[in-house]
C-alpha cells in the first residue's frame, strides 16, 4: 500500500521524524487526491492491540476501530474533503498508547500534490462588450492571488497581454480591458489561488458567415444541378480560406478548436409549411453532402427551416426570392437557436484531418479581399470602442444578451445574425474543447509536505 501511496504523490516532497522506538507512526498529505479525497495511514512499528482513530475537522467526524495491528502492518483512512482548506484534529487510542495532534489539508481538484485545475470562471460580458467595446469580465468562484491574459486577434497574433499580481476574492469578477484595434478570435485568462491551484478560459468570440451566391433548385427538387456547382464552388473556396485561417490560428494559440460548418435551408411561403419544411432540410443536405465530397474536413451540420425565419416577411403563398435561400455558417460552438437559426441539427460528417499539402483554391474575384474587409471593419469597431471609453454608462449593460452564461457541459453558441449579409452575432467559449474547452496548464508546485513521522505527543499509557 505504501509504495502506491507514494506513487501517487511521487512530487510532494517528504518529511521523515521516524523514531522506531515509538508504537505508531503517521503518514498523510498537504492536500488531497484529484478526488478531493484526504488521507491517513497509521503504521504498527509493534504488534498493538484494539486501535481505534477518530479524525474531526472539515464539519465531520471519521471513526475507524481498526483492531489489532501487527508490526509493519499500515491502515490507511481517506475521506471527502469539503472545503478548500481544512484543519483537523486526531485522536488514536490502542493497548497502552494513545496519540493526538492537529493537521491540515488543502483541497486539490487535479495533478498532483496541492496545485492542480480548479473550477472555472464565469462570464460576465456580452458579445457586444467584447466585440464592440473591448471589454471582457469574469466572475471566479474562488480567490485568487493573481491572473494573467492574453488576446489573440483572428491571425494568432497576440494583440493584448498582461500577468496582474493582484487578490480577488471569491464571487467578485475581473474586468479585461484592451486598446489594440483587431478582429478577436480568443481571450484566454488564468487565476491562480495562493495554494497554486488554478484555473483558466479560452472564450472564442469568433464566426464567420460565408458570403456566398444562392443557388437555384428546380421547383420542389433539392439536387443540385450541374449549371449551379459553380455557385457553390465559389463559396467553397472562400470557406476553404477561412477554414486554412482557421486551423493557422489554432496552431498559434494552441487552442485545438474543432471547426464546424452548419448549413441552413429556407423556403418562402408558398406551398404547404410540412413540405416546404422536409425541401429546405433536404436542400441544405444536399450542398453539406456537395462541401463534404469536395473534401470540406470541418464538422458539417444542416438543417432546414421551411417557412420559419423569413428574411422578408411576407403573408402565405407569397413567391419571394429573398426567401429562398441558405446559410453558411463556420464557427467553433454551435448557433444558438432563434430567430432564423433551428434548435436541432443533422450532422453530416465528422471532422476529417486536412489533407497533406492542401492548397485552398484561389478566391473568387468579387471575395478576394472579404477577409480584410470583415477585420478592417472590426478594427474600425474596436477603437471607436477605446475612443469612447468614458461613455460606458451610458452604453446597454451585458447580461442574458451575453456571451456565455456559467461554463460547464453546455456548449457555448454564437448568433447566426439577421441573415443581411453581415457577419454573424457571436457566442462562443475556449473547449475544448469545446466543452470546456478549458485545457489545463502543467500544475503548479505543490503545496504542503507529506509527513511520516512519530509524533513527540505519542505515549505509552502506563498500565
Given at each position: 500500500m505504501f509504495s502506491a501511496l507514494a506513487s501517487t504523490f511521487a512530487q510532494v516532497a517528504l518529511a521523515t521524524f521516524l523514531s522506531f522506538a515509538d508504537p505508531l507512526s503517521f503518514e498523510y498529505s498537504g492536500s488531497t487526491d484529484k478526488a478531493g479525497k484526504a488521507?491517513?495511514?497509521?503504521?504498527?512499528?509493534?504488534?498493538?492491540?484494539?486501535?481505534?482513530?477518530?479524525?474531526?475537522?472539515?464539519?465531520?467526524?471519521?471513526?475507524?476501530?481498526?483492531?489489532?495491528?501487527?508490526?509493519g502492518q499500515q491502515y490507511k483512512v481517506t475521506w471527502s474533503q469539503k472545503s478548500g482548506k481544512a484543519k483537523y484534529q486526531l485522536d488514536v487510542q490502542g493497548a497502552a498508547v494513545?496519540?493526538?495532534?492537529?493537521?491540515?489539508?488543502?483541497?486539490?481538484?487535479?495533478?498532483?500534490?496541492?496545485?492542480?485545475?480548479?473550477?472555472?470562471?464565469?462570464?460576465?460580458?456580452?458579445?457586444?462588450?467584447?466585440?464592440?467595446?473591448n471589454t471582457a469580465e469574469f466572475e471566479t468562484t474562488f480567490d485568487l492571488a493573481s491572473y494573467e491574459y492574453k488576446i489573440y486577434d483572428s491571425d494568432g497574433e497576440v494583440m493584448d497581454a498582461q500577468t496582474v499580481p493582484e487578490g480577488v476574492k471569491a464571487g467578485e469578477a475581473i474586468t479585461i480591458k484592451w486598446a489594440t484595434a483587431g478582429e478577436v478570435f480568443m481571450i484566454w485568462v488564468r487565476g491562480e489561488d495562493e495554494f497554486g491551484r488554478f484555473t483558466e478560459y479560452k472564450l472564442v468570440p469568433w464566426a464567420v458567415e460565408i458570403p456566398h451566391t444562392e443557388i437555384n433548385f428546380d421547383s420542389g427538387k433539392f439536387n443540385v444541378k450541374v449549371d449551379e456547382a459553380a455557385k457553390l464552388d465559389?463559396?467553397?473556396?472562400?470557406?476553404?480560406?477561412?477554414?486554412?485561417?482557421?486551423?493557422?490560428?489554432?496552431?498559434?494559440?494552441?487552442?485545438?478548436?474543432?471547426?464546424?460548418?452548419?448549413?441552413?435551408?429556407?423556403?418562402?411561403?408558398?406551398?404547404?409549411?410540412?413540405?416546404?419544411?422536409?425541401?429546405?432540410?433536404s436542400r441544405a443536405k444536399a450542398i453539406a453532402e456537395y462541401f463534404r465530397d469536395k473534401g470540406f474536413w470541418a464538422e458539417?451540420?444542416?438543417?432546414?427551416?421551411?417557412?420559419?425565419?423569413?428574411?422578408?416577411e411576407t403573408g402565405d403563398n407569397v413567391d419571394e426570392v429573398r426567401n429562398r435561400r441558405a446559410l453558411y455558417l463556420l464557427g467553433v460552438q454551435q448557433p444558438a437557436a432563434g430567430g432564423q437559426i433551428p434548435g436541432r441539427w443533422s450532422k453530416l460528417v465528422g471532422r476529417r484531418q486536412m489533407p497533406a499539402g492542401f492548397v485552398p483554391p484561389e478566391l473568387p474575384e468579387r471575395w478576394k479581399n472579404y477577409r480584410e474587409e470583415r477585420q478592417a471593419a472590426a478594427a474600425s469597431q474596436s477603437e471607436g470602442a477605446s475612443q469612447s471609453e468614458g461613455m460606458e454608462d451610458e452604453l446597454p449593460a451585458g447580461g442574458d444578451d451575453g456571451l456565455i452564461g456559467e461554463t460547464g457541459d453546455e456548449t457555448p453558441a454564437f448568433d447566426a445574425g439577421d441573415g443581411d449579409g453581415s457577419p454573424p452575432e457571436i457566442e462562443g467559449e475556449p473547449g475544448a474543447s469545446a466543452k470546456g474547452c478549458a485545457v489545463g496548464s502543467d500544475a503548479p508546485p505543490a503545496v504542503g509536505l507529506m509527513a511520516l513521522f512519530a509524533l513527540g505527543m505519542l505515549r505509552r499509557r502506563r498500565a
Amino acid at each position: 500500500m505504501f509504495s502506491a501511496l507514494a506513487s501517487t504523490f511521487a512530487q510532494v516532497a517528504l518529511a521523515t521524524f521516524l523514531s522506531f522506538a515509538d508504537p505508531l507512526s503517521f503518514e498523510y498529505s498537504g492536500s488531497t487526491d484529484k478526488a478531493g479525497k484526504a488521507f491517513l495511514v497509521v503504521k504498527a512499528n509493534e504488534n498493538i492491540d484494539d486501535v481505534q482513530v477518530v479524525i474531526k475537522g472539515d464539519g465531520q467526524t471519521i471513526k475507524k476501530s481498526i483492531g489489532s495491528m501487527k508490526s509493519g502492518q499500515q491502515y490507511k483512512v481517506t475521506w471527502s474533503q469539503k472545503s478548500g482548506k481544512a484543519k483537523y484534529q486526531l485522536d488514536v487510542q490502542g493497548a497502552a498508547v494513545e496519540a493526538n495532534f492537529a493537521f491540515e489539508v488543502v483541497k486539490s481538484t487535479g495533478g498532483s500534490g496541492s496545485g492542480g485545475k480548479l473550477g472555472q470562471f464565469k462570464v460576465r460580458s456580452s458579445r457586444e462588450d467584447v466585440v464592440k467595446r473591448n471589454t471582457a469580465e469574469f466572475e471566479t468562484t474562488f480567490d485568487l492571488a493573481s491572473y494573467e491574459y492574453k488576446i489573440y486577434d483572428s491571425d494568432g497574433e497576440v494583440m493584448d497581454a498582461q500577468t496582474v499580481p493582484e487578490g480577488v476574492k471569491a464571487g467578485e469578477a475581473i474586468t479585461i480591458k484592451w486598446a489594440t484595434a483587431g478582429e478577436v478570435f480568443m481571450i484566454w485568462v488564468r487565476g491562480e489561488d495562493e495554494f497554486g491551484r488554478f484555473t483558466e478560459y479560452k472564450l472564442v468570440p469568433w464566426a464567420v458567415e460565408i458570403p456566398h451566391t444562392e443557388i437555384n433548385f428546380d421547383s420542389g427538387k433539392f439536387n443540385v444541378k450541374v449549371d449551379e456547382a459553380a455557385k457553390l464552388d465559389e463559396a467553397l473556396a472562400v470557406a476553404f480560406n477561412e477554414l486554412m485561417a482557421l486551423e493557422k490560428v489554432n496552431d498559434a494559440v494552441g487552442a485545438n478548436l474543432t471547426p464546424k460548418l452548419y448549413i441552413v435551408g429556407y423556403t418562402d411561403t408558398v406551398g404547404r409549411a410540412s413540405s416546404n419544411q422536409k425541401l429546405s432540410n433536404s436542400r441544405a443536405k444536399a450542398i453539406a453532402e456537395y462541401f463534404r465530397d469536395k473534401g470540406f474536413w470541418a464538422e458539417i451540420y444542416y438543417a432546414g427551416m421551411g417557412e420559419r425565419g423569413l428574411r422578408v416577411e411576407t403573408g402565405d403563398n407569397v413567391d419571394e426570392v429573398r426567401n429562398r435561400r441558405a446559410l453558411y455558417l463556420l464557427g467553433v460552438q454551435q448557433p444558438a437557436a432563434g430567430g432564423q437559426i433551428p434548435g436541432r441539427w443533422s450532422k453530416l460528417v465528422g471532422r476529417r484531418q486536412m489533407p497533406a499539402g492542401f492548397v485552398p483554391p484561389e478566391l473568387p474575384e468579387r471575395w478576394k479581399n472579404y477577409r480584410e474587409e470583415r477585420q478592417a471593419a472590426a478594427a474600425s469597431q474596436s477603437e471607436g470602442a477605446s475612443q469612447s471609453e468614458g461613455m460606458e454608462d451610458e452604453l446597454p449593460a451585458g447580461g442574458d444578451d451575453g456571451l456565455i452564461g456559467e461554463t460547464g457541459d453546455e456548449t457555448p453558441a454564437f448568433d447566426a445574425g439577421d441573415g443581411d449579409g453581415s457577419p454573424p452575432e457571436i457566442e462562443g467559449e475556449p473547449g475544448a474543447s469545446a466543452k470546456g474547452c478549458a485545457v489545463g496548464s502543467d500544475a503548479p508546485p505543490a503545496v504542503g509536505l507529506m509527513a511520516l513521522f512519530a509524533l513527540g505527543m505519542l505515549r505509552r499509557r502506563r498500565a
